[in-house]
Protein backbone atom coordinates (compact mmCIF):
# COMPACT_ATOMS: atom_id res chain seq x y z
CA UNK A 1 0.00 0.00 0.00
CA UNK A 2 1.51 3.55 -1.12
CA UNK A 3 0.16 6.86 -0.04
CA UNK A 4 2.96 9.27 -0.15
CA UNK A 5 2.07 12.90 -0.41
CA UNK A 6 4.56 15.92 -1.07
CA UNK A 7 4.06 19.38 -2.04
CA UNK A 8 3.46 21.15 1.79
CA UNK A 9 5.86 23.99 2.69
CA UNK A 10 5.41 27.44 4.52
CA UNK A 11 3.39 29.78 2.82
CA UNK A 12 1.88 33.32 3.59
CA UNK A 13 -1.66 33.86 4.08
CA UNK A 14 -2.93 34.51 0.43
CA UNK A 15 -0.52 32.27 -1.21
CA UNK A 16 -0.95 29.18 -2.84
CA UNK A 17 0.47 25.38 -3.33
CA UNK A 18 -0.11 22.45 -5.08
CA UNK A 19 0.57 19.05 -3.56
CA UNK A 20 0.71 15.72 -4.79
CA UNK A 21 0.04 12.26 -3.82
CA UNK A 22 1.07 8.87 -5.53
CA UNK A 23 -1.14 5.68 -4.31
CA UNK A 24 -0.71 2.33 -5.67
CA UNK A 25 -2.57 1.37 -8.38
CA UNK A 26 -4.72 -1.05 -6.38
CA UNK A 27 -6.04 1.64 -4.49
CA UNK A 28 -6.54 4.37 -7.00
CA UNK A 29 -8.13 2.37 -9.88
CA UNK A 30 -11.01 0.79 -7.72
CA UNK A 31 -11.62 4.49 -5.51
CA UNK A 32 -12.66 7.91 -5.03
CA UNK A 33 -9.82 9.71 -4.09
CA UNK A 34 -9.85 11.79 -0.97
CA UNK A 35 -7.58 14.84 0.59
CA UNK A 36 -7.57 14.66 4.53
CA UNK A 37 -6.37 17.39 7.21
CA UNK A 38 -5.55 16.81 10.66
CA UNK A 39 -4.21 20.48 11.98
CA UNK A 40 -2.91 20.46 15.55
CA UNK A 41 -5.22 19.31 18.47
CA UNK A 42 -8.09 18.31 16.00
CA UNK A 43 -9.43 15.23 14.55
CA UNK A 44 -8.22 14.62 10.96
CA UNK A 45 -11.14 15.38 8.61
CA UNK A 46 -12.37 15.01 4.36
CA UNK A 47 -11.35 18.38 2.75
CA UNK A 48 -12.12 17.24 -0.79
CA UNK A 49 -12.82 13.71 -2.55
CA UNK A 50 -12.70 12.98 -6.56
CA UNK A 51 -14.17 9.91 -7.92
CA UNK A 52 -12.75 8.12 -10.76
CA UNK A 53 -15.20 9.83 -13.28
CA UNK A 54 -13.97 12.94 -12.25
CA UNK A 55 -17.07 14.14 -9.66
CA UNK A 56 -16.36 16.12 -7.36
CA UNK A 57 -16.34 16.96 -2.98
CA UNK A 58 -15.56 20.02 -0.98
CA UNK A 59 -15.76 20.49 2.24
CA UNK A 60 -17.52 24.30 3.35
CA UNK A 61 -14.04 25.66 4.40
CA UNK A 62 -12.06 25.00 1.14
CA UNK A 63 -14.67 25.30 -1.13
CA UNK A 64 -13.99 27.88 -3.79
CA UNK A 65 -10.24 28.17 -3.38
CA UNK A 66 -9.50 24.32 -3.56
CA UNK A 67 -9.32 22.11 -6.17
CA UNK A 68 -8.95 18.24 -6.50
CA UNK A 69 -7.93 16.95 -9.52
CA UNK A 70 -6.54 13.03 -10.69
CA UNK A 71 -4.29 11.40 -13.15
CA UNK A 72 -5.45 8.07 -13.60
CA UNK A 73 -2.75 7.43 -16.26
CA UNK A 74 -0.11 8.24 -13.49
CA UNK A 75 -2.43 6.98 -10.35
CA UNK A 76 -1.35 10.21 -8.62
CA UNK A 77 -3.85 12.81 -7.08
CA UNK A 78 -3.46 16.60 -6.62
CA UNK A 79 -4.83 19.60 -4.67
CA UNK A 80 -4.57 23.02 -5.71
CA UNK A 81 -4.94 25.01 -2.89
CA UNK A 82 -5.25 29.05 -3.56
CA UNK A 83 -5.79 31.66 -1.16
CA UNK A 84 -4.40 29.99 1.48
CA UNK A 85 -5.42 31.13 5.43
CA UNK A 86 -3.95 30.29 8.63
CA UNK A 87 -6.52 28.21 9.38
CA UNK A 88 -5.69 25.90 6.70
CA UNK A 89 -2.50 24.88 8.70
CA UNK A 90 -2.30 21.24 8.91
CA UNK A 91 -0.56 18.31 8.25
CA UNK A 92 -2.58 16.91 4.68
CA UNK A 93 -3.02 13.32 3.76
CA UNK A 94 -4.53 11.54 0.95
CA UNK A 95 -6.49 8.41 0.96
CA UNK A 96 -9.41 6.67 -0.43
CA UNK A 97 -12.58 7.80 0.20
CA UNK A 98 -13.89 6.39 2.30
CA UNK A 99 -10.29 6.09 3.68
CA UNK A 100 -8.74 2.72 4.28
CA UNK A 101 -7.27 1.84 7.56
CA UNK A 102 -3.99 2.35 6.58
CA UNK A 103 -2.91 6.31 6.14
CA UNK A 104 0.44 6.92 4.42
CA UNK A 105 2.67 9.68 5.69
CA UNK A 106 1.14 13.61 5.36
CA UNK A 107 2.59 16.46 4.32
CA UNK A 108 3.18 19.90 6.46
CA UNK A 109 0.92 22.85 5.10
CA UNK A 110 1.93 26.10 7.57
CA UNK A 111 0.27 29.25 6.29
CA UNK A 112 1.55 31.96 8.35
CA UNK A 113 3.28 35.49 7.91
Known amino acids: VQLQASGGGLVQPGGSLRLSCAAS????????MGWYRQAPGKQRVLVAA???????YYADSVKGRFTISRDNAKNTVYLQMNSLKPEDTAVYYC????????WGQGTLVTVSS
Open 95 to 102: NAHPFLDT
Open 50 to 56: ITSGGAT
Open 25 to 32: GSIFSSNA
